[in-house]
């Protein structure tokens, strides 16, 4: 018994149909929002959700903006966030905040940005900072690759009426603070101070605590990331960081320093059950508290008295 044959026009209209709907939807993307800020202020600190460039022409980064009480122009510091090379955990990342840290800023009189990196969370598009494997981790790139994020971030703040275009201070995280680090040659009137939480890349290599992926060309990158560094840095990490512990961490900072960096390194004590996310919480920030005040006291600009 011989099957029926199946209608061809039917199926061929509605694959056309399909098709056509596919590229109405490409050709109805929404244009990207101005950069700026993207809704009223809060309450608290002044928070605010704020949009700013990246290297990606048809995408900002989302960021939150923290403001102290005025008009300003106040010194900016722009927070760099922590990272990872697993795409479904950069994926799902949250958007980052660090309010205890904002809000410390905040009372020593700084506005303060935390933005979203690209290929994070709400951001989302192309990861743009990847190290490679373990055999060939080019970490000196990727640095380089955050760096560009942070600065275009601050470029576009320091021309907002209300932020001072001297004095701004970069605060990384992690592989934000290892960003921060290849910003270190820039001229120290506009840029005062870097402050670096376990600053690195490749920590928990495979999910192992205290394994660094690729160790010595870590190492190698932290001298090339020194050489013509211009602006101080203050390294911090807590004494329970399993992702770069003390030792390690002290190793990469005599690196960056033999580099020709500027580096003051402190050990914290122990903080919550992994010390590397110190920067996020209260307690680690209060126990980071008289380094912080150290660093801020250090980076103020001097105003030029006129005759």
Request: hydrophobic share 45%; with cysteine.
């Amino acid at each position: 018994m011989s099957a029926h044959p199946v209608p061809l026009r039917p199926l061929l209209l509605a694959a056309l149909a399909s098709l056509a709907l596919v590229v109405l939807a490409n050709q109805t993307t929404l244009p990207p929002q101005p950069y700026g800020a993207q809704g009223a202020e809060g309450e608290l600190n002044r928070a605010q959700q704020w949009l700013v460039p990246t290297p990606a022409a048809d995408r900002g980064a989302h960021a939150l903006l923290f403001r102290p009480p005025g008009e300003g122009p106040f010194r900016l510091a722009v927070i760099a966030h922590a990272s990872s090379q697993n795409a479904l955990r950069r994926t799902q990342m949250t958007a980052p905040e660090y309010r205890a840290l904002a809000a410390f800023l905040v009372a020593h009189g700084l506005a303060v940005l935390v933005p979203e990196r690209l290929g994070h969370g709400a951001t989302g598009g192309a990861y743009l900072e990847d190290q490679g494997g373990c055999e060939d981790a080019d970490y000196a790139r990727s640095a380089r690759a955050t760096a560009e994020q942070i600065k275009l971030a601050l470029d576009f703040m320091s021309r907002q009426p209300f932020i001072r275009k001297d004095g701004a201070i970069i605060i990384g995280h992690s592989a934000g603070g290892w960003g921060a680090l290849a910003l270190a040659g820039e001229d120290p009137r506009m840029l005062s101070a870097i402050i670096a939480f376990a600053p690195g890349r490749g920590g928990h290599a495979n999910d192992v605590e205290n394994r660094v992926c690729a160790p010595e060309r870590l190492i190698e990158a932290a001298t090339s990331l020194g050489k013509g560094a211009r602006v101080p840095v203050t390294w911090l990490v807590a004494e329970n960081d399993t992702y770069f512990p003390p030792a390690f961490s002290q190793r990469l900072a005599g690196a960056f320093r033999g580099g020709g960096g500027k580096v003051a390194f402190s050990v914290l004590p122990a903080t919550g059950r992994e010390g590397h996310w110190l920067a996020e919480s209260e307690n680690g920030i209060n126990s980071a508290s008289t380094e912080l005040e150290r660093a801020l006291t250090l980076a103020r600009p001097v105003t030029s008295k006129k005759r």
